[in-house]
């Protein structure tokens, strides 16, 4: 079964930078498009970014000009670089295949990385 494990989470001060990484265990990790998701308690998961088999990427408006997401297909690594980050980008982020792994009905997650922007 395909495992996905983030990292990379921290606290930062408004304006500042941090780079998420992802690894997926899957097997055709090359072949589909990945994500970056983010969820708040209470809210609803948003898709944050995507990048596709072949590197074409698109982002959510809240973080157009700010988050660039990219790929590793020889490492099955997705990352998202973050810069001139705000209060508001406070979540636990989530990376995962877009549309996400389903394992028994429901979508799968991993465990997530918490980014906490905070001054």
């Known amino acids: 079964q395909v495992q996905l494990v983030e990292s990379g989470g921290g606290l930062v001060q408004p304006g500042g930078s941090l780079t998420l990484s992802c690894v997926d265990s899957?097997?055709?990790?090359?072949?589909?498009?990945m994500a970056w998701y983010r969820q708040v308690p209470g809210n609803r998961r948003e898709l944050v970014a995507s990048?596709?088999?072949?590197?074409?990427?698109t982002y959510a408006d809240p973080v157009k000009g700010r988050f660039t997401i990219s790929r590793d297909n020889a490492k099955n690594r997705v990352y998202l670089q973050m810069n001139g980050l705000k209060l508001e980008d406070t979540a636990t982020y989530y990376c995962?295949?877009?549309?996400?792994?389903?394992?028994?009905?429901?979508?799968?997650w991993g465990q997530g990385t918490q980014v906490t922007v905070s001054s």
């Open positions: 995962n295949k877009l549309p996400p792994y389903n394992r028994g009905g429901s979508d799968y």
């Open positions: 899957g097997s055709i990790f090359r072949l589909i498009t």
């Open positions: 990048v596709s088999s072949d590197g074409q990427t």
